[in-house]
C-alpha cells in the first residue's frame, strides 16, 4: 500500500536509498489530481518521529534525483510530509504498533460481502489484522487485500502519542508550519561529500510541506 499504480512504485524504488541514507523510512506516495499532480512523499524515522528539519532535507535530496530522472510527465508539486497523528498503516507490523486504535480499512475485494471496515485494532500475525467492528462482531482482513488504512483522529490516539514522547499540541504547531525558515545541518552530509547546509528557498526548490 505504500504505492498503488506502476509509476508510483518506480518512484518509490527510486527514492528509497535516498531517503535511508538520512535514516528515513518511507511510508506512503501518492500522486495526486491531474492539470498539476501533487507528488506527495510521507516519510518517517524507524520509532516514528520525524521533524520539519529532516522532511527539508528529504526534499533537498530528492529534488534534482526526481529532476534526473523525471518520473512524472509534465509540471507537478513535491510534497514532503510527516505521515500525521491520524496516519495511513502502509506496511506488515505497521497494525501491531496501534493495538487497540481505531481504523477504517478499505479492501480491493468484498470480504463477506463488504469492502470498507472500521473498528478497531485487535491484533496482527502473519500478514492478517484482526479487528473488533463498530458495528459488532470481528472481521480478519489479509494486508494482501488491503488498498487503504488509516487510522481515526480520537482522544485515545492523541494521548498514545503523547505517552510516545510527543507533544500533540507542538506537532500540530510545528507540522503548520513553511520551510522558508528551516535551517538545513547537513554536517554529516559535508563528511561524505554531499551537500553544503542552507536554508530552503520556495524560489529554487518544489513546494515542500509538513502534512498536520
Same mark, same amino acid.
Given at each position: 500500500?505504500?504505492?498503488?499504480?506502476?509509476?508510483?512504485?518506480?518512484?518509490?524504488?527510486?527514492?528509497?536509498?535516498?531517503?535511508?541514507?538520512?535514516?528515513?523510512?518511507?511510508?506512503?506516495?501518492?500522486?495526486?489530481?491531474?492539470?498539476? @499532480?501533487?507528488?506527495?512523499?510521507?516519510?518517517?524515522?524507524?520509532?516514528?518521529?520525524?521533524?520539519?528539519?529532516?522532511?527539508?532535507?528529504?526534499?533537498?535530496?530528492?529534488?534534482?534525483?526526481?529532476?534526473?530522472?523525471? @518520473?512524472?510527465?509534465?509540471?507537478?508539486?513535491?510534497?514532503?510530509?510527516? @505521515?500525521?497523528?491520524?496516519?495511513?498503516?502502509?506496511?506488515?507490523?505497521?497494525?501491531?504498533?496501534?493495538?487497540?486504535?481505531?481504523?477504517?480499512?478499505?479492501?480491493?475485494?468484498?470480504?463477506?460481502?463488504?469492502?470498507?471496515?472500521?473498528?478497531?485494532?485487535?491484533?496482527?500475525?502473519?500478514?492478517?489484522?484482526?479487528?473488533?467492528?463498530?458495528?459488532?462482531?470481528?472481521?480478519?482482513?489479509?494486508?494482501?487485500?488491503?488498498?487503504?488504512?488509516?487510522?481515526?483522529?480520537?482522544?485515545?490516539?492523541?494521548?498514545?502519542?503523547?505517552?510516545?514522547?510527543?507533544?500533540?499540541?507542538?506537532?500540530?504547531?510545528?507540522?503548520?508550519?513553511?520551510?522558508?525558515?528551516?535551517?538545513?545541518?547537513?554536517?554529516?552530509?559535508?563528511?561524505?561529500?554531499?551537500?553544503?547546509?542552507?536554508?530552503?528557498?520556495?524560489?529554487?526548490?518544489?513546494?515542500?510541506?509538513?502534512?498536520?
Amino acid at each position: 500500500m505504500r504505492a498503488q499504480s506502476e509509476i508510483e512504485t518506480r518512484i518509490l524504488r527510486m527514492i528509497e536509498p535516498t531517503a535511508a541514507g538520512l535514516g528515513l523510512d518511507v511510508v506512503r506516495i501518492r500522486i495526486m489530481g491531474s492539470r498539476t @499532480p501533487i507528488l506527495q512523499i510521507m516519510a518517517e524515522r524507524p520509532d516514528g518521529t520525524v521533524s520539519v528539519e529532516d522532511c527539508a532535507k528529504l526534499s533537498r535530496r530528492l529534488s534534482p534525483l526526481l529532476e534526473e530522472h523525471d @518520473p512524472i510527465d509534465g509540471e507537478y508539486t513535491l510534497e514532503v510530509s510527516s @505521515p500525521g497523528i491520524d496516519r495511513p498503516l502502509t506496511r506488515p507490523g505497521d497494525f501491531a504498533r496501534w493495538p487497540g486504535h481505531e481504523i477504517r480499512i478499505e479492501v480491493g475485494a468484498p470480504i463477506d460481502g463488504r469492502r470498507r471496515f472500521h473498528g478497531h485494532i485487535a491484533g496482527e500475525a502473519d500478514g492478517v489484522v484482526t479487528l473488533n467492528l463498530k458495528d459488532g462482531g470481528t472481521a480478519s482482513i489479509a494486508f494482501r487485500d488491503m488498498v487503504k488504512a488509516q487510522l481515526a483522529l480520537t482522544d485515545a490516539l492523541i494521548d498514545a502519542v503523547k505517552a510516545q514522547g510527543l507533544d500533540a499540541g507542538e506537532i500540530d504547531e510545528d507540522f503548520e508550519a513553511g520551510f522558508d525558515e528551516v535551517e538545513v545541518d547537513d554536517d554529516s552530509d559535508d563528511e561524505r561529500g554531499i551537500g553544503d547546509g542552507a536554508s530552503i528557498d520556495p524560489e529554487d526548490d518544489p513546494i515542500s510541506k509538513v502534512r498536520e
